[in-house]
């Protein structure tokens, strides 16, 4: 591998660089409206600086993939993915109530815990869900305006729009499709999938790439055109598999979702220290997981009892997580993950084999299998 | 006045047209995620089916005093802002905790009622939030999506983006300002006519004239530039008067204080068959209105005591209510608000004469003057 595998570091140095001047307009906007707005940039400055800067960094990769030069607006393009996600993020902490998020509290906890001198305690709880609600809406429109500000061409942007715009509905739509899950019960692996699909694997990999691959003059297919009328989204990856955009699919599809796998392993095997969340996490925010309805498939009653008792449960300790990883363990769900992401990540790399991308791409794409499903992060 | 006053019924019409096409696109981007999606479209479409379209009104009047001819991309690009305010309304009322909305239960609450089957009960409420949550986030989207996808020339949606992203800014600021004024008490005519500027005057006649004017070729002086360096907003309107721009500011400004000041108004003393809200609903919220700051200002520490007892009573009975209104009336806020219409509406009106604009528009923003502030609704 290359000394910057992925060129990450340039592609991070790049990105913060754009969002840091973004930024640096909103302070400028919000001051004129009132110094009680600058709590927003302090604490958005904060959020944006913990990002891996992993959708960008495919965005770009995409935009090279299909001939692109290495030029200023394509990080700033790229960047604006980072403002959609830490929409994305700020939301659903609120959704939740989670306490941390990137290693600091979450933004609705920091505005209850900064109430304005004079807030009347009981509101502090209402008041911060309010503030990140509100914030979380600027982030989703600061996006586009970072899009659009991007400088790049006006013809590269309206072919990047329909992009932009199926990734914004999938991922409000996987969100969705989460908490339905939550509320119903729903614990079939069939559905964990179906929102790794829309949540992850599209929101992360495909789109990014194919953003990125739009923006350079490859746009996907069956997307609903901007003069063209509307119609139902017709799946013609396969048709298109030699194609960039086809490429993205078939290469981001299997990879988004080994990346998932690895996330949920992480989330509940992975050390604290490097993955920025409390090693209990995902067990007592009882997350619906494709590890954990791989578990439940294969758990005896009596496994399905220690599963039950613990997950969601706020005031888990580290026994009662340990527990839980030995049912993922003994039920073999556990390898059942490991040997899933092996085979997808075969598949993603299979489908970089003879691909119309160029060399660049084709090393760096390779390095990205690697960095998204590394055992640690 | 004209048998269609500022062509509004014909405005709806458009619009209407605008958002039902754009839905249908949406319903075929959801139905291929799957099914369980469909609730949107169904909610979705109940909240658009309400609106007023007053901002699509005054961006329509903004591109034709600016010379815009009367063509279907105008009104489609004017629709993005229905979208734009449906989002605020979902975000609004999970802040707020509202029960209704346009004479219809909230969507946060249609969503805590229509919990999907095997719901938790115990559930209900955060499923309906975070459903309002996500889809209000989807609407944000779709303001943009709309936007972009309105057939209007790319250098005209280039020239209307920062008008757009300053508006959505401001929004989500006003809001923000009102929140922090809620849990400090701040109860002030100058905190409350802050947030009157951005929550309303700005937003819902200032910005869409000026989105208008832009897209017909006349942006506004002051805003960050899309290929310009970002600077500290300079405020240039009274320069401009008498550009297009500069009318939109002297114009909408006093006109949305007035409108704004007619609608606290009406959310006390009006009809709650016209105005689809209950009529002690702004009572037992506790909104903080100009109207009520201008009556705390005047009262005595009895007429206090009154205000301080119903506002935010949720369990208000109308008597309650009525012990309020003779406090807003006797303390002489009821005239003074009435006063302070007229003079912005004597401001509003003036700015029009010999302002550079064409002669119908010139007609229908002195009729929309009329609509936005008269006394029923």
Redesign the interface.
């Known amino acids: 591998m290359a000394s910057d595998p992925a060129g990450l570091v340039r592609i991070r140095t790049e990105v913060a660089g754009a969002l840091e001047r973004f930024m640096?307009?909103?302070r400028?906007?919000?001051?004129?409206?009132?110094d009680?707005?600058l709590p927003?940039i302090e604490v958005v400055t904060d959020l944006l600086a913990g990002g891996k800067r992993l959708r960008p960094a495919f965005c770009y990769w995409g935009w090279r993939a299909a001939g692109g030069e290495d030029t200023p607006e394509i990080y700033a393009a790229a960047a604006a993915l980072e403002l959609l996600h830490a929409?994305?993020l700020v939301?659903d902490d609120?959704?939740d109530?989670s306490d941390t998020r990137r290693g600091r509290p979450a933004v609705h906890r920091q505005f209850s815990a900064r109430?304005?001198?004079?807030?009347?305690a009981g509101?502090?709880e209402?008041?911060g869900?309010?503030?990140a609600?509100?914030?979380?809406?600027?982030l989703?429109?600061?996006t586009?305006?970072l899009y659009?500000?991007s400088?790049m061409a006006?013809?590269a942007l309206?072919l990047g729009?329909p992009v932009l715009?199926?990734m914004?509905?999938?991922i409000?739509?996987g969100?969705?499709?989460d908490?339905?899950n939550?509320?119903?019960?729903?614990e079939s692996v069939r559905s964990a999938m179906?929102v790794v699909t829309?949540k992850t694997a599209k929101y992360t990999i495909e789109r990014p790439l194919q953003l990125g691959a739009a923006l350079a003059g490859a746009p996907p297919d069956g997307l609903?055109g901007?003069?063209a009328g509307?119609?139902?989204?017709r799946p013609r990856a396969r048709m298109a598999a030699r194609s960039v955009p086809g490429t993205c699919t078939e290469y981001g599809m299997p990879l988004g979702i080994a990346f998932q796998l690895r996330d949920d392993i992480l989330g509940i095997f992975g050390d604290p220290v490097r993955t920025g969340k409390p090693a209990t996490g995902d067990i007592s925010e009882g997350k619906r997981t494709v590890l954990m309805a791989l578990a439940r498939e294969r758990a005896s009653a009596m496994q399905l009892r220690v599963l039950d008792r613990h997950l969601g449960d706020r005031g888990l300790t580290e026994a009662g997580a340990a527990e839980v990883r030995a049912v993922l363990a003994e039920t073999g769900a556990l390898a059942e993950c490991e040997t899933l992401i092996s085979a997808s990540v075969k598949e993603a790399t299979a489908a970089l084999d003879g691909a119309p991308i160029t060399e660049d791409a084709r090393a760096a794409l390779t390095e990205l299998v690697v960095l998204a499903t590394a055992r640690a992060d």
């Open positions: 640096d307009g909103q400028a906007v919000l001051a004129a409206i009132g009680d707005m927003w929409s994305a939301h609120v959704m109530a109430q304005p001198a004079g807030g009347i509101q502090a209402s008041f869900a309010g503030a609600i509100l914030i979380g809406d600027a989703l429109s600061w586009d305006e659009h500000a400088g006006p013809e309206r729009q715009d199926a914004r509905t999938e409000a739509a969100q969705y499709l908490l339905v939550q509320v119903t019960g729903n179906r829309y609903p901007i003069a509307r119609a139902a989204s």
